[in-house]
């Protein structure tokens, strides 16, 4: 079954860190590029940061300065390391896989990984 599986959510206090990962199950992420998304609740999905099959890095505006995304192809994950957070980064991130470009459009997406930040 061809699938993607973020992992690495929970809580985590102001000013903490967490590392999210997606791994992909059934295929290998070498030639593809990945982006990381997150949803708030009431909220539009928005773009965090993506990948290229090469490892160049895109951060959109969420990503706040404060987020890294980085590939691992022989372990076929790719890593999101979030710093920093605060109580606005809380949301559902989920990964999604693509061969065309670095925003989409995409073949795979995972269901996700809860991040709440909070005291």
């Known amino acids: 079954q061809l699938q993607l599986v973020e992992s690495g959510g929970g809580l985590v206090q102001p000013g903490g860190s967490l590392r999210l990962s997606c791994a992909a199950f059934?295929?290998?992420?070498?030639?593809?590029?990945i982006g990381w998304f997150r949803q708030a609740p009431e909220k539009e999905r928005e773009g965090v940061a993506c990948?290229?099959?090469?490892?160049?890095?895109n951060y959109a505006d969420a990503a706040g300065g404060r987020s890294t995304i980085s590939r691992d192809n022989a372990k076929n994950t790719v890593y999101l390391q979030m710093d920093s957070l605060k109580p606005e980064d809380t949301a559902v991130y989920s990964c999604?896989?693509?061969?065309?470009?670095?925003?989409?459009?995409?073949?795979?997406w995972g269901q996700g990984t809860q991040v709440n930040v909070s005291s």
């Open positions: 990948v290229s099959p090469r490892g160049s890095p």
């Open positions: 059934g295929f290998t992420l070498n030639d593809y590029y």
């Open positions: 999604r896989a693509g061969r065309k470009a670095c925003w989409g459009p995409y073949d795979y």
